[in-house]
């Protein structure tokens, strides 16, 4: 439930402001720490050639690796507020380190150089976007809508490319990519605002903490897919 200043002391003033600061900023620390973990367990991977080659000539095995990611993102989603925090926390991680398995081919395909010159142009872009969607005063919400329609769309003309394999129609997703990603950051990071501020009266607990790790896994989603996505654009083949 949001409160407005009409009704809150300056004491439940002071309190609810705490509560939103302290939320948001777990939000992007969770955030900082799956990336880290995503970064440092791709690199890990990338450098054993045996897990490289197991899973490279194993087709059965990235699949189920891609099947697994996703189905962790839609359980984690639907079930967090059934979990504890501790579990949710924990399958988070383990999220996080599963994507860092499946990314590690990047540092084959790509140099090391562009692979980290990519990467803070992905991390200026997305701060930047997360700023507007924390700051601007516009409802983002039809946005929102469109551009998750845009994402269904993304995804269905991705796994039609796979088949039909147009260099054309690839770099055309590419650039569909990169705006729908960019558009997401910013209006995720205005719902995961609103959703802190109505919660943030309940104080620092488990719920609100799961609240916030959900939040954190959006935008880490958000940074992922940017990423990958300006990849293609900036990351010099090997």
Avoid at 31 to 59: C, D, H, Q, R, W
Avoid at 110 to 138: D, E, H, N, R
Wanted: aromatic residues 14%; charged residues 10%.
């Amino acid at each position: 439930m949001m409160f407005t200043d009409n009704y809150l002391s300056q004491e439940q003033q002071m309190v609810l402001s705490r509560s939103f600061s302290v939320l948001m900023r777990n939000v992007y620390t969770w955030m900082a720490l799956g990336l880290v973990m995503t970064a440092l367990t791709a690199l890990f991977v990338s450098k054993n050639e045996s897990i490289v080659y197991a899973i490279a000539t194993t087709p059965a095995l990235m699949w189920g690796l891609l099947i697994a990611e996703v189905a962790m993102v839609f359980i984690l989603s639907a079930r967090i507020m059934k979990m504890s925090f501790l579990s949710a926390g924990l399958f988070f991680a383990a999220y996080a380190i599963l994507n860092g398995v499946t990314l590690s081919f990047i540092f084959l395909a790509y140099t090391a150089q562009s692979i980290a010159q990519t990467f803070f142009i992905t991390a200026g872009t997305f701060g930047a976007m997360s700023l507007v969607g924390f700051f601007v005063k516009k409802d983002l919400s039809t946005m929102g809508r469109v551009l998750y329609m845009l994402l269904i769309g993304l995804i269905i003309a991705t796994v039609v490319n796979i088949f039909v394999a147009s260099s054309g129609l690839a770099m055309i997703l590419n650039y569909v990519g990169v705006i729908i990603f960019v558009g997401l950051t910013a209006y995720d990071t205005q719902k995961i605002k609103q959703m802190m501020l109505a919660y943030s009266a309940a104080g620092i607990t488990d719920q609100t903490n799961k609240l916030a790790l959900l939040g954190s896994l959006t935008l880490y989603l958000d940074f992922i897919n940017l990423f990958l996505y300006l990849l293609r654009f900036f990351g010099d083949r090997k």
